[in-house]
């Protein structure tokens, strides 16, 4: 007689697999707060066999496998119930820094990536606004950065990967070598394989960035500097915005500039010049480039003390076209009751992104060359789980109404698409992710969090 598939022992490994509660608990919790899904065990790789023997071991049950880097979705998608979870931050080395190029661990974060490259002047070219992000929960979903207009995604910046496929395979792969899992894993959500190897691209780092704060008195004076230092490439390296609810009432309209250099600092009149913001609010500082990176640190530091960092964050990303953002951004603003719907230390993001560098096949864009990341970052003031359902069902009215004005979903969100729906956001893409689904994770094996198949 056969045996019973749920009786194969685990396989032996280089790490270890951990079932207690504890463990499994805090697998089950991401930054998110909203989905809690427990799974059977976690497994502490100690070598890409082990990932790979796991998967082969997950399947052979019946069980589902998903790789976890720092936990900080919010919908639950690096969770697996009753499935085995991946702490990919037990794989955590940094090779050599060469001039152009650094091969790391796919658990590892950012901010060590920096930690190490900086030393040696080099730095990724492209990084999140928050740096305890891992390189591979980064990649699976793009990974947009202050500098994306002129990088791209950071999983642009990606020249080559080992990746676990679905059936326990290890498989490098590059633009070159196996380009088809490559493009599957670039913003394409675990779907095809698990990323235990990245050879990033290193540029030359600044040493100081000048970092200028403009106020807006309207959404339209704001969007009008914003799309004049899209068109003028060189003035700035990073424009960002952000609607937000200062503590008097009301809203605060501002554009966060920053220009990075070397040596000599670059004169505000020329960076400045023909902007319409309102010249007595400008808060102009100059920080080493660590400290500009590193920026949310400070908020990160308040929000644990105030314990609102462990509250429900019902997060919504889209991009939306420049030609219909301000209508949709006014009438999505009109919408909203900041102090409820974002928090004291929430805010929307309303950050222009020039298209032309983004080259990661899965990822979903606008039509216009010129878009801009709208986000609800919503720090919410209390952990009430109705609350942040009721703010889940907005999430999802108003991507509804996003979508309608050829907006598009950037899928780090929190709320619950249909299989019809996935298929409905990559369009012509998706075919490509299906086939590659299809090809390296035919079993249906890895990261079901999403439930795009
Ligand atoms: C405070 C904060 C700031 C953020 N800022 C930005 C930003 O500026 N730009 C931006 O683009 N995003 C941003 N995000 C979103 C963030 O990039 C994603 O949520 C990212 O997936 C989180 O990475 P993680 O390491 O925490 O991954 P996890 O939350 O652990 O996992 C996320 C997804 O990645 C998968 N995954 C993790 N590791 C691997 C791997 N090695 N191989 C394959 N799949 C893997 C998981 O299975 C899951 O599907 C931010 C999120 C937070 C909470």
């Not at 019902?314 to 974002?342: K, M, N, Q």
């Not at 009215?397 to 990559?426: I, N, Q, T």
Request: aromatic share 8%.
């Amino acid at each position: 007689m056969d045996a019973n598939p749920r009786d194969v022992p685990p396989p032996p490994l280089d790490g270890s697999l951990e079932f207690d509660q504890e463990r499994r608990e805090a697998a089950a919790a991401d930054f998110g707060h909203v989905v809690h899904r427990v799974p059977e065990a976690v497994l502490l790789p100690g070598s890409d066999d082990d990932v790979a023997a796991t998967i082969r071991w997950a399947a052979q049950r019946g069980r589902g496998f998903a790789p976890q880097g720092q936990r900080h979705a919010v919908f639950g998608r690096s969770q697996v119930q009753d499935g085995i979870v991946a702490d990919m931050s037990a794989r955590n080395s940094i090779g050599s820094i060469r001039d152009d190029r650094v091969e790391v661990d796919a658990g590892v974060k950012w901010s060590e990536v920096l930690a190490a490259t900086l030393p040696e002047r080099r730095t990724p070219p492209v990084l999140t606004e928050y740096l305890e992000l891992s390189v591979g929960g980064t990649i699976v979903v793009g990974g947009v950065g202050g500098t994306t207009s002129r990088y791209g995604l950071q999983s642009d910046t990606v020249l080559e990967m080992d990746v676990v496929t679905g059936e326990g395979t290890i498989v490098t792969c590059s633009p070159e070598q196996n380009a088809d899992l490559f493009d599957a894993m670039r913003a394409g959500f675990g779907q095809a394989g698990v990323i235990t190897r990245a050879t990033l691209a290193l540029v030359p780092a600044p040493e100081s960035v000048r970092r200028i704060l403009l106020f807006y008195p309207d959404l339209a004076t704001m969007l009008t500097d914003a799309r004049l230092l899209s068109a003028d490439a060189e003035r700035f390296d990073v424009v960002q915005g952000a609607v937000m609810p200062p503590p008097g009432g009301g809203l605060a309209y501002r554009l966060d500039v920053a220009k990075y250099f070397t040596g000599d600092a670059p004169a505000d009149e020329d960076l400045l010049a023909g902007l319409s913001d309102d010249p007595a609010k400008r808060q102009p500082d100059t920080l080493s480039y660590f400290d500009y990176l590193n920026r949310l640190s400070m908020l990160e530091k308040l929000l644990r003390k105030n314990g609102q960092w462990f509250h429900p964050h019902p997060w919504l990303t889209t991009f939306i076209g420049d030609s219909e953002a301000e209508a949709v951004v006014g009438a999505e603003l009109d919408r909203l009751d900041p102090p409820v719907d974002l928090g004291q230390f929430g805010q929307v993001v309303l950050s222009p992104i020039r298209t032309g560098a983004i080259d990661t096949p899965l990822l979903r864009l606008p039509a216009d060359e010129l878009c801009h990341a709208f986000n609800l970052v919503r720090v919410p003031t209390t952990d009430d789980a109705d609350n942040a359902q009721r703010l889940v069902a907005a999430n999802k009215a108003m991507y509804e109404r996003v979508k309608a004005a050829g907006g598009v979903l950037y899928p780090v969100s929190a709320f619950p698409l249909s299989k019809d729906e996935w298929r409905e956001h990559f369009g012509p893409v998706y075919d490509q992710l299906a086939a590659a689904k299809r090809k390296y994770d035919p079993d249906e094996v890895l990261t079901p969090g999403y439930g795009i198949f």
